[in-house]
């Protein structure tokens, strides 16, 4: 196998994630002439290659960033960098869309794959995969566009002659496309994955609940009951199914996220990052540089462990924690690279009518005690990793012993989601060897990291990127789909009889007797008066929490606005109702200059 260099380098698309044998052998391509797809194996590395560039977004920094900076879910983290996207603070073109330009050349490559697909030669059953696939993957593309800019250019056909002209079409017929597109991939993908789209690239359930989302958000947008039937009717058809489908939920939500479940019976959708480096975007051993499609996502809302675990750390008069004293900490492939980019919103809000509180622990995940989710999302106790050796008489000890820490069995960091008194340096009256950080020393540098998407695999070379897969849709967004669109409805019995497997589920923990879990249960489970678009999205954050969804959930639900001026007091000075759409890219902007000039979305 070897890379073809078509404008830029590209890898190649591994349509599975468990080793070579299920590798896609082909060249992938994503810029592209006419005459290479005269072939069946131009007409497979076309898909091969919109495959690779999903990988170009989804997993890297910026893109992570746009889909979940400026929420209730997220604010910065100390090593952000600042940026508009957290705030809106000017947010405009020139700092923001970087999938635009993957997405339609993508789109025109897939236009390309459909145009020449139907008369290469291949055999029916093979013609049919892949047409399907090609028109997933334009639906695909097309609903991320559409829901991040509004009106976009709908182009059908496969461009060959550079233009300088340029237009965007309403939204109502992008989504028209987009459903017609996902209608028909979904007609005719395979029930499980076959080769050569081996792992989980794109089946008919994949296909089934994106159209789902995409009523679903038409719905929305038009407040149109029957879109919302259509969305609950797909959903319930995916369950019913899902046998069939080879679908169904860990009994331990944890299990979602264990390394070797990412390809398990939970999993819809990924994208590859491959664990043969040789198919990837680096070196190994070179460490992460931030771009070329690597996948980032497990260091990114990691904060700096290894410098601000300090033994003697104590908290001033005015109640900030400072770092004091030797490390409990040293960088490892465990606990990963802090990126320390965003973090949760944990910040205790100064007014309005959620003063005192914190999105984070008082109203996404305010039933800890029951609720396993939080305990699986977010490392909360770090494990010394090294031996540290803390005199009596050294700075700022003031538990007034001497000690040393014992690798693997000492904690060095303890995040307890409640207050602790004595804190960093005691529980109560008793000395604690590593330091304890309660909710209110929390801060831009220290915070519970999401653990969902850690990779342990990188061992000795714990800076480079992920090989894990990123996970861009579970079964267990099925029944939220599903719950959403019935409550949409009007049928909030049936919304809430979904949103109960998902609680019940979140309810089970392995440490649990049969009595605990079932009591568990009985405290999780809602009634149909509960059911309202809040509850949904705060559910929605326990369940995804740093899953690429949350930008998208508020805008969806026209919440954008109101939960953050509600939640996120770094966002609520700027946040507008113009937010709701991204800015479309200046590069866009300036490239058309035939014809009209192409519009920017309005307050940009």
């Not at 992938?28 to 560039?53: E, K, M, R, T, W």
């Not at 993508?106 to 291949?122: C, E, P, R, S």
């Amino acid at each position: 196998m070897k890379k073809i260099k078509v404008g830029f380098i590209l890898g190649l698309i591994a349509l599975s994630g468990t080793g070579c044998e299920k590798l896609l052998e082909e060249h992938p391509q994503s810029q592209v002439v006419p005459s290479y797809f005269n072939s069946p194996a131009g007409v497979l590395g076309g898909i091969a290659g919109v495959y690779n560039d999903i990988r170009s977004d989804w997993g890297t920094e910026g893109f992570t960033v746009e889909m979940q900076a400026g929420t209730d879910e997220f604010v910065q983290g100390a090593s952000s960098g600042g940026g508009p996207a957290y705030t809106y603070n000017g947010l405009n073109g020139s700092n923001f869309g970087a999938a635009w330009g993957v997405a339609f050349q993508d789109i025109n490559t897939i236009n390309g794959v459909l145009q020449y697909g139907q008369t290469v030669d291949l055999p029916d059953a093979t013609r049919k995969q892949y047409l399907a696939q090609a028109k997933f993957l334009r639906g695909f593309w097309y609903f991320y566009l559409v829901q991040t800019f509004g009106d976009v250019p709908l182009h059908t056909t496969f461009i060959t002659v550079p233009s300088q002209a340029d237009s965007r079409q309403p939204a109502a017929q992008v989504y028209e496309q987009i459903i017609k597109d996902l209608t028909e991939a979904a007609a005719d993908l395979p029930n499980q994955p076959t080769a050569p789209f081996l792992g989980k690239a794109a089946t008919k359930s994949v296909a089934q609940l994106l159209l789902a989302k995409v009523y679903l958000t038409r719905g929305w947008l038009n407040n149109t009951a029957a879109d919302f039937t259509q969305a609950a009717a797909i959903c319930d058809a995916i369950i019913a199914n899902k046998a069939t489908y080879g679908l169904d939920l860990w009994q331990d939500y944890g299990d979602a996220f264990v390394p070797a479940n990412d390809y398990g019976k939970e999993t819809m959708f990924v994208s590859d990052h491959v664990l043969d480096p040789k198919y990837g975007y680096y070196t190994v051993g070179g460490a992460a540089g931030g771009g070329a499609a690597q996948n980032l996502t497990p260091w990114l809302t990691n904060w700096n462990y290894p410098n601000n675990s300090g033994v003697n750390s104590i908290k001033n008069a005015s109640g900030v924690l400072i770092n004091s004293g030797t490390s409990g900490m040293i960088r490892d492939s465990q606990y990963g690279r802090p990126y320390v980019r965003m973090r949760p919103n944990s910040d205790k809000l100064k007014s309005g009518d959620n003063a005192g509180k914190s999105y984070f622990l008082d109203q996404a995940f305010v039933k800890r005690d029951v609720d396993s989710r939080y305990a699986n999302s977010f490392y909360t106790v770090y494990i010394a990793n090294t031996s540290v050796t803390n005199p009596a008489n050294a700075a700022n000890n003031q538990r007034g012993i001497s000690y040393t820490t014992v690798v693997g069995a000492d904690t060095a960091v303890w995040l307890p989601d409640f207050e602790v008194a004595g804190a960093p340096q005691f529980i109560g009256t008793r000395p604690f060897k590593g330091i304890v950080v309660p909710p209110s020393l929390w801060n831009n540098g220290i915070f519970p990291a999401l653990k969902k998407f850690m990779d342990p695999s990188r061992g000795a070379n714990f800076n480079d990127p992920s090989t894990r897969p990123v996970v861009l849709y579970r079964f267990s967004d099925v029944y939220m789909t599903g719950a959403e669109a019935y409550f949409k409805a009007g049928d909030a019995t049936k919304a809430a009889a979904l949103i109960n497997v998902v609680r019940q589920r979140a309810a089970y923990r392995k440490t649990n007797t049969a009595a605990q879990n079932a009591a568990a249960v009985t405290a999780m489970t809602i009634t149909p008066a509960d059911v309202t678009v809040d509850f949904i999205l705060d559910e929605r954050s326990r369940e995804f929490f740093g899953e690429w969804q949350r930008w998208n959930d508020l805008v969806r639900t026209r919440s954008l606005v109101r939960r953050v001026k509600a939640w996120n007091q770094e966002a609520a000075p700027y946040v507008q109702d113009f937010n709701m759409l991204r800015p479309i890219p200046q590069t866009q902007i300036d490239r058309v200059v035939d014809g009209p000039k192409f519009p920017q979305n309005t307050g940009y």
